[in-house]
């Protein structure tokens, strides 16, 4: 007797070669044991659980390529935003930020920095090295995982929140780091040029580091450079990533690329640079997600010499007049009036809760101060716990337009999605827990997107990316990760008014082999293991 059958759906296989069948999908322990014809037990039923889903799909669970969940999965492990949208494997450790490795010190230090992005995890975790951090998510939350090796951590762990070359001695402890973390089962490494300490670095440093995630044959995830350009052996950012690439030869990834309200339509445009690149030889891949604008925390806009030495430094400039003027210029000068065009996503503390969902500017107007002003004052108030939202384009037909573009990048196969979730304050970005049945209703509805080429950018490519073996395709022998979910009617609910709203259409969630999400609910069960 099978555990479960899913039965009379329409099997969307993850391969994006083969248009939705007509199968029945069994499963026993955690793998799926039979596709095709399961004919009914002749003396009672085939199966422990069976669910009748005629006129529903059945595809692979969906993995994303890129989060922020890293502590969310801590504090809160049945992970309704991934789990309701259909996710069942995350990659953590992205932009260079997470937890691991780290010493005790650093990583209550770090925590804080990255508070405004991930909330704050358990203090006392052990967090020395990535078989450490891997730990504390296997079988512990609904979701698989997938570390990466976050550059923040291994610059933490060697030469410390310092604006110095990594060089010598300490470059050679970092790649040891580096080689430990992937030979203890993370699936590559990460940095992001626009979070410190990891934009303290030069060229030739990812380069070198890049150079030992190659050998292992892991993936080089990238968030292009914001900060210290001077840095960048005078390439632009997408150019230096793409240098990196060149000269390691590692598989590079990048980060959500897509148009901005900056270019809107130009998808060609903005690919042009990199598939000369592909051309010349880089390994590239690439992620996005289906809105027209961001979410990060506020610290992230400040200049490596205000966040030099971590928090605690941190919170003393802010406190310092000298230093605070000097940051409220730079914030002005370098954002102008686009500053204002943001919201509070999540704040720490009660007595400033009521700021999230407020535009920066309405905050800043009501206290009677500069925006860049208000954004110091209340990073200062909330001890850096604090996160924003930016405020979707003022023309709707900008925002469609960034929808189309990206619809239209994930044509190409060397795309796929990343939703870049942070699913913590109750202003947080729709794209938590909306990416998924956003693109698979009504982006696809609209644009007329192949079913299988699109379930394909979110299960079979990422899976082959990140070499997830047994996962991302419905085939005999595959861990049993599957979303069940109506194609006529998926749709996101989540939107900036009201962004905590799981998706309409999806009824049916499995993580090896046992249900995360049944009939629409979340049912609790904490199935997820640490992959691959
Ligand atoms: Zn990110």
């Given amino acids: 007797m099978f555990d479960l059958v899913l039965r009379g759906g329409q099997v969307v296989d993850g391969t994006g ?30 199966a422990r659980t069976e669910l009748q889903i005629p006129g529903l799909v059945v595809a692979p669970g969906f993995i994303d390529t890129h989060v922020h969940t890293d502590a969310a999965l801590l504090n809160d492990p049945q992970h309704e935003s991934g789990i309701g949208m259909g996710v069942t494997t995350e990659v953590l450790g992205q932009d260079g930020l997470s937890y ?98 990891a934009a303290y670095a030069t060229t030739e440093e990812l380069v070198e580091l890049a150079r030992v995630v190659a050998e292992m044959d ?20 997408v150019a230096e990533a793409l240098e990196i690439g060149r000269r390691s ?38 992620d996005a997600y289906p809105y027209p604008c961001g979410s990060t925390m506020p610290v ?15 919170l003393a400039r802010l406190r310092d007049p000298e230093d605070r003027a000097r940051v409220e210029e730079f914030l002005e000068e370098i954002n102008g009036p686009a500053l ?46 604090c996160g924003l939202t930016v405020l979707p ?30 699913p913590i304050g109750s202003g947080c970005h729709p794209r938590a827990f909306g990416t998924y049945p956003r693109l698979l209703g009504r982006l696809r509805r609209r644009h007329g ?13 990422p899976a082959e990316r990140f070499k997830l073996t047994g996962r991302g395709t419905v085939k005999e022998g595959n861990f049993a990760d599957l979303v069940v979910f109506d194609p006529d009617r998926i749709d996101d609910l989540a939107s900036f008014e009201d962004p905590r709203v799981p998706p309409v259409g999806m009824p049916h969630v499995v993580v090896n082999g046992q249900l995360a999400k049944r009939d629409g609910s979340c049912t609790g069960v904490l199935a997820g293991e640490a992959v691959p």
């Fill in 17 to 46: 070669q083969r248009p939705p069948y007509c199968a029945d999908v069994a499963v026993s322990g955690q793998k799926i044991v039979a596709v095709g014809d399961i004919a009914g037990g002749s003396d009672g039923p085939a």
């Fill in 100 to 197: 691991a490795p780290l010493s005790p010190e650093n990583y209550r230090a770090y925590s804080q920095y990255m508070s405004g992005l991930c909330g704050v995890p358990p203090t006392d975790l052990d967090m020395s090295s990535i078989a450490a951090f891997r730990s504390h998510y296997h079988r512990k939350c609904a979701v698989n995982t997938v570390a990466l090796v976050p550059h923040c951590a291994v610059r933490l762990s060697t030469v410390g929140f310092e604006d110095v070359p990594l060089t010598g001695a300490a470059l050679d402890a970092a790649k040891d780091l580096v080689r430990e973390g992937i030979d203890q089962g993370a699936a590559g490494m990460s940095t992001g040029l626009g979070f410190f300490p």
């Fill in 218 to 237: 892991g993936v080089f995830v990238i968030q292009y450079r914001f900060f210290n350009a001077d840095r960048a052996e005078g390439l632009a950012p």
């Fill in 249 to 286: 030869g590692v598989k590079l990834h990048i980060a959500h690329h897509r148009t901005t309200p900056a270019n809107p339509g130009d998808a060609e445009g903005l690919m042009e640079e990199l598939d000369r690149a592909v051309e010349d030889g880089v390994d590239l891949t690439l």
């Fill in 300 to 314: 992230c806009r400040l200049p490596g010499w205000f966040v030099e030495g971590g928090p605690e430094a941190i």
């Fill in 340 to 385: 204002g065009h943001t919201s509070w996503s999540y704040i720490g503390s009660e007595r400033n809760r009521h700021l999230e969902g407020m535009a920066w500017s309405d905050v800043a107007a009501e206290r009677g101060v500069s925006v860049a002003e208000m954004m110091c004052d209340v990073m200062l108030e909330e001890e850096l716990h």
């Fill in 393 to 422: 384009p003022l023309s709707i037909a900008v925002w469609r337009q960034i929808e189309a573009d990206v619809v239209r990048l994930l044509n190409r196969p060397d795309y796929m999605v990343g939703s870049d979730a942070i």
């Fill in 449 to 461: 997107v192949p079913l299988e080429q699109l379930v394909h950018r979110m299960t079979g490519n």
